[in-house]
């Protein structure tokens, strides 16, 4: 049974960092590529993160460039998310997702390309 746990999730002013986690479980977790995804309320789910197999490669748009950092830990089956300089539009739900990914530096930036997702976790931005 595969299974993405994200945790970290909270309420920060703005300006503030948090770092979210996803445990993964159930898979060769080596062999996936993981992405972080948000959502807010009435908007279409969008791409945040992505990181190749052996962390080489990593993607971000360029609306959480320089302030967002994806990171894996192959050793603890988790992927990590820390977001520094938060402003109030980073308010959202976020998701972690994987997928089987052959080769290395392979990087997934679409919400249909990955194949498992947590059940989120609210971050939310305010004074």
């Known amino acids: 049974q595969v299974q993405l746990v994200e945790s970290g999730g909270g309420l920060v002013q703005p300006g503030g960092s948090l770092r979210l986690s996803c445990a993964v479980s159930?898979?060769?977790?080596?062999?996936?590529?993981m992405g972080w995804f948000r959502q807010a309320p009435g908007k279409e789910r969008e791409f945040v993160a992505a990181?190749?197999?052996?962390?080489?490669?990593?993607k971000y748009p360029d609306s959480v460039k320089g302030r967002f950092t994806i990171a894996r830990d192959n050793a603890k089956s988790t992927v990590y998310l820390e977001m520094n300089s938060l402003k109030p539009e980073d308010t959202a739900v976020y998701y972690c997702?994987?997928?089987?990914?052959?080769?290395?530096?392979?990087?997934?930036?679409?919400?249909?390309?990955?194949?498992?997702w947590g059940q989120g976790t609210q971050v939310t931005v305010s004074s």
């Open positions: 159930g898979r060769t977790f080596s062999q996936d590529n």
């Open positions: 990181i190749s197999r052996n962390g080489e490669i990593r």
């Open positions: 997702a994987a997928r089987w990914a052959g080769s290395l530096r392979t990087t997934y930036l679409t919400s249909s390309e990955y194949s498992y």
